[in-house]
């Protein structure tokens, strides 16, 4: 994995946590605001904190899909966690854990290649 390939990827690693967390507490604001108390209204802060980090996540998704390759299965569903709540948690450590494995294969490789 080259070095543009894995900032893509860290990226939206980075971003997918902050939207996650930023929907889950619209979706909460939201809630109490139509719920329990009439006059809680933090949506109008929330709801473009949250559109920044969705149109970031949107853009870094792009970005990691143009550079890695996905089949249109994988980003598809890579997508999907953006509007899933919780989702941006689900897809950081699948990403995590992919950047995991590259390394242990280019590592594996190496030694292969010193070892022949």
């Not at 929330?46 to 990691?64: E, K, N, Q, S």
């Not at 992919?98 to 242990?104: G, H, K, N, P, S």
Request: glycine letters at 8%; charged letters at 20%.
């Amino acid at each position: 994995m080259d070095l543009k390939t894995a900032s893509a990827i860290r990226r939206l690693r980075l971003v997918s946590v902050p939207e996650g967390i930023s929907w889950i507490i619209l979706l909460v604001c939201t809630i109490i605001k139509y719920g329990v108390d009439k006059g809680f209204d933090a949506a109008p802060v929330m709801g473009p904190v949250h559109g920044t980090l969705f149109i970031l996540y949107v853009l870094f998704w792009l970005d990691a899909w143009n550079r890695t390759k996905w089949s249109k299965g994988t980003a598809a569903l890579y997508f999907a966690y953006s509007v899933i709540p919780g989702g941006g948690f689900i897809l950081e450590r699948r990403l995590n854990r992919e950047a995991e494995d590259a390394v242990i294969a280019a590592r594996a490789r190496e030694e292969g290649t010193v070892n022949a």
